[in-house]
């Protein structure tokens, strides 16, 4: 399976912004549709956004829509997630994920059509 490592959470204030990082290795990154998920304490992981393996198409849950932005590099092994307009209730640990192709990326919302996840990035977003 692919490996993937996120990167760059951390604390910033409502309205704020931030961009989260996913390097992946070990498989051929275009295999693969990619999708961030987040857990909240007491929640269960929730999708946020996908992204299919040419990074043209995308889909986001109805909270990260308009938003959040989600993109792929595949020249980097890369997926981005831009963050902007930040909520105190968007404070989550963040996965990265990757599914083998699906017809639609609205097919693939529920973590266990997902093969291979990374250790996670925490986001916290103070009021």
């Known amino acids: 399976q692919v490996q993937l490592v996120e990167s760059g959470g951390g604390l910033v204030q409502a309205g704020g912004s931030l961009k989260l990082s996913c390097q992946a290795s070990?498989?051929?990154?275009?295999?693969?549709?990619m999708a961030w998920f987040r857990q909240a304490p007491g929640k269960e992981r929730e999708f946020v956004a996908a992204?299919?393996?040419?990074?043209?198409?995308?889909y986001y849950a109805a909270s990260a829509k308009g938003r959040f932005t989600m993109s792929r590099d595949n020249a980097k092994n890369t997926v981005y997630l831009q963050m902007n307009s930040l909520k105190p209730e968007d404070t989550a640990v963040y996965y990265c994920?990757?599914?083998?192709?699906?017809?639609?990326?609205?097919?693939?919302?529920?973590?266990?059509?997902?093969?291979?996840w990374g250790q996670g990035t925490q986001v916290t977003v103070s009021s």
């Open positions: 994920a990757a599914a083998v192709h699906s017809p639609a990326l609205a097919l693939i919302t529920t973590p266990e059509r997902y093969v291979s």
């Open positions: 070990g498989r051929t990154f275009t295999n693969y549709a």
């Open positions: 992204v299919n393996w040419s990074g043209v198409n995308t």
